[in-house]
């Protein structure tokens, strides 16, 4: 859901508006002279980077991972 709201009001209001978007993840659109000019959204929540996918449980790397390769490993039209 989408609200509009005209730029005295959102600053006369900010921290409510701040609030309720974080409450219920409406957008907020502020206009200033009929045009839109800002828009308050929520911020998704990044995933861990860190966190192990389950489905690669066990696995292990073998080899030396910054060994250079031989000219057999690469695709000759990349050589």
């Known amino acids: 859901m989408t609200t ?4 005295y009001n959102a600053k006369a209001h900010f921290s409510k508006i ?3 978007v974080e409450r219920t993840g409406i ?3 502020i206009f200033r002279h009929k045009f839109p000019v800002a828009e308050i ?3 998704r929540k990044k995933s861990d980077p860190l966190i192990t996918n389950s489905a690669l449980k ?3 790397f073998v080899g030396d ?15």
């Open 27 to 29: 957008h907020v659109v």
């Open 58 to 60: 066990g696995a292990t």
């Open 41 to 43: 959204v929520t911020l």
């Open 4 to 7: 509009a709201m005209n730029i």
């Open 65 to 79: 991972p910054c060994a250079p390769l031989s000219p057999d490993d690469w695709p000759e039209v990349l050589r």
């Open 18 to 20: 701040v609030s309720e």
